[in-house]
């Protein structure tokens, strides 16, 4: 049966939201506006306050100061059975003397919602998350992967405008992880709903979101397309965090309004500047460097670094390239298919223009916590 009604998404306004306990500050003034309909990943570190911020819109704790809106209404004080929200766990709550088929109708129960009504509701659900043939089983006879197909649709069975998940699939082994984030995008598309997600995974954020929320240390540091975290991230940390990255560290002087750095005695050209006395670093990303052999002939404008590799790996879609510069910086190259071979020992130059590189303020805080 084609799930053929939509629910309208529930817009969430937070801001200048902080959660304390006792002196310990969970979350730090955070202001994230999520659009109705929209999917939303929560994405960060372990500890950096995703999971607050999904139990403060759940209503299962609240917020020391700031606004909460959902569907355009403040909810502080209105208690979480009130707020009409689905939420699936990452360690699936079903109840265990309970079938499938009466787990998802639990809620259209409490609902006083009954009879062919709900049985049609309870299939309609199941047969959303592709287990419509297991509503006789009980959850210790599904897998892993089965429970939280249920979970979810217990979780949607009684369209709620939103749905909340933490780390729905972190329990999951990657190919079945995999499969079902292609199913949880499915379903998102087919129902309307607002989805607001947590996830450590930053490739499961990319595959999932309409805009990913980039949490660290109880703030929020940049929310944006995957694609805007990727090109034009805000922090050295969002950049870290996001794809794969080298980072280059050199003393730097600007000269007619670009950037020069030194690293390790060769120069490179950024343009622009950073604004105030902020210690400038380049964040490089793998596929828009490209090796050259050492003496090959130069492109005009084009940035060059002397190194050597130091891993080869052939990827079949291109390979992938470590290469070790005069300053002691692994840089990670990845060449498209058809491209020059390399190997480990050859003399190499990392080649790039100043417009394929991103001029970012240090941060020392960026270094750590990453997972
Ligand atoms: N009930 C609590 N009491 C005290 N500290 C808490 C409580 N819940 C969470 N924290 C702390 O708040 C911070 C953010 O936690 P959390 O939101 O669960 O992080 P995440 O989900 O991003 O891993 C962590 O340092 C955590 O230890
Ligand atoms: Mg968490």
Redo the contacts with the bound molecule.
Sequence with gaps: MPVSQRSAGAAIEIRKASKR??R?T?LNDIDLHIRPGEFMTLL??????????LNLIAGFTDITSGVLEIGGKSVTGLPSHKRNIGVVFQHYALFPHMTVGKNVAYPLTLRGIKGDERDKRVHRALDMVKMADFAHRYPSELSGGQQQRVALARALVFDPPLLLMDEPLGALDKKLREWLQLEIKRIHRELGTTFVY?T?DQEEALVLSDRIAV?NG?RIEQIGTGRELYDSPATLFVGRFIGESTILRGTAEISGGDTVMTIGGQKVLAHGHLAGDARPVILLRPERLALKRTGADIVSGENRLAGTVVEAIYLGSGSKYEIRLADGTTAVVRSPLGSADFAIGDTVDVTFLPSDLILLPDDASADVTLT
């Design positions: 306990y006792g310990f969970a960060g570190p372990s500890g950096s306050g995703k999971t607050t911020t947590v450590h949490f109880g």
